[in-house]
């Protein structure tokens, strides 16, 4: 009875091996699973980013074709009616609804090209239209250049005319 109940040394030997191997081959397959866990949450990170930015990119890339619609349609008002009038350009930024279809637009300004020799003449007619009600218009900054782009014809809102100074 003794004999069957007592290990035999390579048994015994075996069995400590073995015991300290279950820790061990667990350590090891737990490594293993959160190594691979970490690799997919971080593919499934990137991808999510990716993802967001490509989002980003058509609502940026969006915008702008809106915004470049919005430049042709004001850039083709000469074409139709040279020189184009206040209300032509009041007219024109009513119809497409500027406020509601671009909610951050601050203003929309037609600036012609007014070289030196013109500017005087140019504040003086800026200042006789009382339609316009810039009776202290002077093109700024104020200073020599061999060219102006002073705004002409705006179409915005109160807080938006202090801010642009006009």
């Known amino acids: 009875m003794g004999a069957a109940t007592k290990p035999s040394a390579g048994r015994a030997k075996f069995l400590r091996y073995g015991i300290a191997m279950v820790p061990t081959l667990g350590l090891l397959a737990s490594l293993l699973l959160w190594q691979l866990v970490a690799q997919r949450d971080a593919e499934e990170t990137e991808a999510r980013f990716h993802e967001a930015a490509q989002h980003m990119t058509r609502l940026v890339q969006e915008r702008m074709l809106r915004a470049l619609d919005l430049v042709a349609s004001f850039h083709g008002l000469p074409a139709v009616s040279e020189p184009v009038s206040r209300v032509q350009f009041r007219r024109q ?74």
């Open 93 to 166: 930024a009513e119809t497409l609804g500027l406020p509601d279809r671009f909610p951050g637009l601050v203003a929309v300004q037609f600036s012609p090209l007014v070289a030196a020799p013109e500017k005087a003449a140019f504040e003086a007619r800026v200042r006789a239209d009382i339609s316009l009600g810039y009776p202290d218009f002077a093109i700024r900054p104020s200073g020599a250049r061999p060219y102006y782009l002073p705004p002409a014809l705006s179409r915005a809102d109160g807080q938006q005319r202090a801010c642009l100074r006009l």
